[in-house]
């Protein structure tokens, strides 16, 4: 059901990109009201699949972008980025990435753009409320930061203005926060499937865990061995793990972060 | 106010520790209709914070233990529990530890002992339902496996068997999940107040990240850049963290584990 548009009137969008911030973002602005008027993918059926579910057009080739959307929005691997605009000789519009790390400056020559940057992590078979979700914008001006700041309210009630050198350590931050902490939640499952434990028993700490930072700062609640400094527990531990060069060499840096703080 | 006993009678339980598994278990333990004779800190002032708290006598001195107490619970440091029975000779009740890495056998000579690990992150501050904490218990005997089983499911729905061997790998397994991405907030956080940007930004993130392995497992879902293998971005945050040569170090090897997969 389309929710009402809150600032500004409804855009014209074209998404390039079909992954999954494409196709979350794509289906956020729609719900607002906004017409997808156009999906690019490299693939037939990236594109397509994508097309169907916002059924909206698809094209597989730049050259045959829609000439007059108001917002175009390139929601690719980073590294896709400048890539991908070298293939554009299009001008017109609002030219917007959702990148954490790459800078708004791609798109210099163009009169209008910026930055939208959801910070959250998209699964595909999982719904996200993206009114929750932080978003973070930054324009060349401020007719275009207006504009994104009408488009990003539309959808979310977290935004942030954020400069493109501040994006970066946010980015950065965010792997250490949201990718590199699923790993360790990787590597706890693999030492409990080892023994015949399930990932189960462990739930309720992770979440617990998680939930505390809601009102505390993780460096004034950090527990465990290495913050005890508990000698005898560490070497045991490294002793399980001898026989995985990789996880005893985590163990071994990790503990001795903590312990130096 | 006091829950009502489950299963089995009352029981009479000394506490030795004061730290915050010994406070938060001796609080459930209490409410749900068990008498908690005495409690134990090496240091008066701990000792007497405790027992103020569980309005119960206290010792500073293993000597004065109480006698009669139908089971002792060492809530203590990992190192210290074998340190403790030492100068303890008195052998009647049943005697547990709470650690998740030290072997039932610390008790051996003794007729009845066994483990109750709870298996939860405890904060002074910050209150817990034990209701949900997975409780690891494992005994010497039929008789006070029984006994513990009782005791543990007055306060907790969430019992495992775990033997010693498991109980290793399981307290292992959440460093990983729980000390460790807690350490990866941390990191989080100090980059971005470095950049006069709050953690409240990544917040919801974290949550989202956590609350995903509710229903998936997380070697499914890892995202980010490692897992794209984004090597442009990977190497522009190794440039960010130049300047911190433990932060630049852990980046590259959870980087390179997360590839590795």
Redesign the interface.
């Known amino acids: 059901m389309p929710r009402k548009i809150k600032s500004g009137k409804p855009k014209s969008v074209v998404i390039v990109g079909a992954g ?1 911030v494409a196709t979350h973002l794509g289906d956020a602005l729609q719900k607002a009201g906004n017409k997808i008027l156009q999906v690019y993918s490299r693939t037939e059926q990236s594109a397509k699949k994508m097309a169907v579910k916002l059924k909206s057009p698809f094209t597989t080739d730049l050259k045959k972008l829609e000439q007059n959307a108001d917002i175009y929005i390139l929601a690719v ?3 896709a980025i400048a890539e991908i605009l070298k293939n554009i000789t299009l001008q017109n519009g609002i030219w917007l990435h959702t990148s954490g ?1 790459v800078s708004m400056d791609v798109f210099k020559g163009r009169s209008s753009y910026g930055v939208f940057y959801p ?5 595909k078979n ?1 719904k ?1 409320n993206f009114k ?3 978003v ?1 914008i930054e324009a060349n001006n401020k007719r275009t930061l207006t504009a994104l700041q009408n488009l990003a309210s539309q959808i979310s009630e ?1 935004l ?1 203005f ?1 400069n493109s ?2 994006r ?25 499937n ?4 399930s ?1 189960d ?14 009102s ?4 004034q ?8 400094k ?4 560490i070497n ?2 490294l002793k ?2 001898s026989g995985n060069p ?1 996880y005893y ?3 071994e ?2 503990t ?3 312990m ?2």
Chains 1, 2 share one sequence.
């Open positions: 999954n691997k980073d590294d790390s910070l959250q992590t998209f699964t999982k996200v929750n979700v932080p973070c977290n942030h954020v050198e501040q970066k350590q946010l980015h950065l931050a965010a792997v250490f926060a949201c990718n590199f902490s699923n790993y360790m939640y990787t590597i706890a499952e693999e030492i409990l080892r023994s015949n434990l990932l028993i462990l739930k309720p700490l992770i979440l617990e865990t998680a939930g505390k930072i809601k505390n700062s993780p460096s609640i950090q527990t465990g061995p290495a913050k005890r508990d000698k005898m527990v045991d531990h399980l793990l990789l060499k985590i163990y840096i990790l001795s972060g903590i130096e703080k």
